[in-house]
């Protein structure tokens, strides 16, 4: 589970392989913009980049240190909030402040409120820990429609971030500019997190994580460990906060309460907890989810939530770890056993998924739709929602995708078994 | 502080209650530098209650704990490990979904002076990576360097568990029944390995199995219903009726 | 003196319906270690089915059959999913109930829609039971009253005559005994899981009508219900039902009596500032409690995890 990198220990020195996914991810956020150049597209993209920083943020909890949090999106909207203001000082005093320093400065703001918070909150991990994150998170969303002079009452804090001053003579108005400020912050970021774990207090957040009570005896106070990952966490999520500022220029408390805690949870848990890289994945999802699939349908919370509740129960490991779960096989040379059945898998499971998609939409149509439109599009086929064959057709279709993709199971599992046993024979 | 002719490890007038149950009812010991020390008796003699009291899981009821002439009684684990004492658990107590080598190492952060560091990096650390492999080589698994700890066999994981426990560098090792649950060769091959780990350190020892207590202990202490009914060499310790009276008594009731 | 007994009355309501739910989790949590934060959402279910079968078969049905409803559908969530993600230790376990609260919350509003639902007070009990002086009390109050004073007795009942309860009440004291016992009650789990979600259910059709049906209803009262048993000490059931009633009070009576910050920051003498609007803190001096009462639970706990981290009665750590 761990994200053990073998052997880097024995090599002092930084080697290639380590250095080149980073390379590869800076020359793609480079290109990125090259390729979609709408500023759609941009849009999309910084808010992944924001999404990608907030679930490595909060990954350095729940993944590295163990830490449950229910009301982490607290520290983002706060460095939010900060940066808002700062953004408006800047404007109004004239402060000599350019705006690419303000992610940090909205990050230094999080941390503050993280160690005042963390100072009681760390004691202990698990369902406590938990609670008290629920508690305190709720706590400040709360408070931000009563302390209007922070958090701007129901409208938020908005302002302009080009009222600053000018940052080597670019001025952020185009997209662009602000395309690559936050890119640089993700780069930034994402670098320092993945450096955080390999630090002394790093590893202590994995060892803690794993057997609070053995580290104990090896000199370090659980607690302590637990409240410098939470800072540094809060840090990160900060540096977030600031960045959605800049790129929205408005901030609400709907940046800070559970429903955005919940979706961070979402999204780090879906793309994998137990590997650094896995909240990548899951943010990079969950946008493209969020903004794709919420244009297709209206209930595609409902899809999310099945999904969420699916991988809890089957796939603990997220999607890192089910793609990590095939390296034994990779290893062993045997990942083509796979192949096969994986593609017999495919096709009933798509069948089942549609199905119960189709059961889904047209029901939600015949009770939502405008009285006497029966008249829906589904899978590019429209059709009288009224009627009962598309509903038994889709009923028929989950069905029997379902039947079918039982009846694959056995040899998935046998061909899973052999891809993961070591050739004995050739050994001797 | 650290008064330099103190005895490693001294317990006066310890007590631990649990509700109205006395378990530990007034222990005075004293163990010398050096001193490998054994505690035996009976199961439900309160052992294990002992361990906890002196490195720190348990706060004691009254009575002090002095470490090295220093008054320990009381305080979280992790301070008294640093200031030299270090153990091991009678249930195999590692960190199974990180690697051997990171177990080991995660054990040297704190003596090696690296604390709650986030400007150092454990794999460019020279001076970290080599302490742990010499470690890994003391003990002997070196060859399961990089699997998790959790898929090493039992007897591997009583090695791996005593490799933590002395990694730091702490000159009072305490082990609780390090054998239990070993065949007769891997009680054996552990016997040899604490021999060699604690050599010039003092150890304090918790073990139900006689064969090692003698081959392995300078001096024996004998707890009963949570007190010390004895203190001696093996020689001393073997000839005292009390404690054959004690042992004979348990072994008796045993059978029944 | 006639208000404080309104309150008193308002508020022990308000209370006793927070215990309906911070005991089941209560019981849960103590058995099988898991905090359930579906909890309020069972809640929401209660409310819902009510409704849906007052519709067909009147109020009445609707609380006899409405809780046994989700009391199963709980002891089939526990049975086919929490028993499954078990294995995987407790911060899986809680991953998995919040998601489970999403999926209900999404899946609420997929069957019956965005908007509240118009379930209503039964006719019978629409009428003023009494009043005391000027100020009516509804006769659906004295109901809920009533509701979950024989639910606390059942309880109560449960706890220390069956078999069952008594087990449950060693899990309470000695945690440990019952985790030693552990696999070979997965039925007894299965029943906690249920009755408590059951419990939850009936809290949520009497509290339907008043505190008005919507999808959000589990979130709201959700977050309240963890503070309380937070407050009151992880596992505790006097803790629970303590906190229940201090959280019910507090707020009852912080929203009807209009404290302003200014007038007791005046009072203990600091004087208000002259030029209010352009401070930071004005915020701070206009605060009146009514504004804060939904606040007041957080306060509060966050200042017991301060002062006292166990809660009011918590003996063990979660």
Known sequence: MTDAT??????????FGQFLPWLVSALFLLVMPLIFPSNAALTIMNQMAITIVFALAYNMLLG?????SFGHAVYMGMGGFMAMHIM????????PIPLPVLPLLAGLFALGLAMIIGSFSTRKAGTVFAMISLGVGELIAACSVIIVAFFGGEEGVSGDRTYGLPFFGIEFIRQIEVYYLTAAWLMISAVLMYLWSRTPLGRMANAVRDNPERAEFLGYSARWVRFYSFCASGFFAGIAGGLFAINYEIVTEENLNLAQSGMILLVTFLGGAGFFFGPIIGAILFTLLQTVLSLQTEIWQLYLGILFVATVMYFPGGLAGLLMMHTIPLRLGKLHLLFVPYLKMLGPALLCVAGFVGVFEIVFHIRNAAPGDTEMTLFWITFDSHDVLPLAVSIIAALAGFWLARRVVPELSAAWTAANTPDTERLI | MNAPDAPALELAGLRKSFGKTEIIRGVDLTIARGERHAIIGPNGAGKSTLFNLITGRYVPTSGSVYLNGQDVSGLAPYKINRLGLSRSFQITNIFPRMTVFENVRCSLLWSKGYRYSF???????????????????????TARRDLPAGVLSYAEQRALEIGITMAGGANVIMLDEPTAGMSHSETEYIVNLIRDVTEGKTLVMVEHDMSVVFGLADRISVLVYGEIIATGTPEEVRADPRVQEAYLGAALEAEH | MDLVLINLIDGLVTGLLLFMLSAGLTLIFSMMGVLNFAHASFYMLGAYFAYQISTYLGFWMGLLIAPLLVGVLGA???????RRVHQYGHVPELIFTFGLALLIEEAVQFVWGR?????????????????????AIPAYKVFMLFISVAIFILLLWFLTRTRVGLVIQAALSYPRTVEALGHNVP??????????????????????????????MAFVLGSIVFV????GGLGSLSGALVASLLIGWLTTFAKSYNVRAEDLLNAIGISTPENLDESLWRDLWTITSPQIADILPYILMVLILVFRPHGLFGKRDA
């Open chain 2, 119 to 141: 400007w150092h990096m454990v794999g460019r650390s020279r001076d970290l990576t080599e302490a742990t492999d010499a470690i890994l080589e003391q003990i002997n698994l």
């Open chain 3, 115 to 135: 908007d509240r639902v118009p379930y209503e007070i039964p006719e019978v009990l629409e009428f003023t039971a009494f009043t005391v002086s000027g100020f």
């Open chain 3, 76 to 82: 089939l969530v526990e049975r086919y999913g929490l």
């Open chain 1, 64 to 68: 590295q240190g163990g830490m449950l």
């Open chain 1, 6 to 15: 073998h052997n880097t220990a024995r090599s002092a020195s930084i080697t």
């Open chain 3, 228 to 231: 309380t048993i937070v407050i």
């Open chain 1, 88 to 95: 408006n000082w800047i404007e109004f005093h004239e402060l």
């Open chain 3, 187 to 216: 039925l007894v789990f299965m029943g906690v899981f249920g009755v408590g979600t059951a419990l939850a259910g009936v809290a949520g059709v009497i509290a339907g009508p008043v505190l008005s049906t919507f999808p959000g």
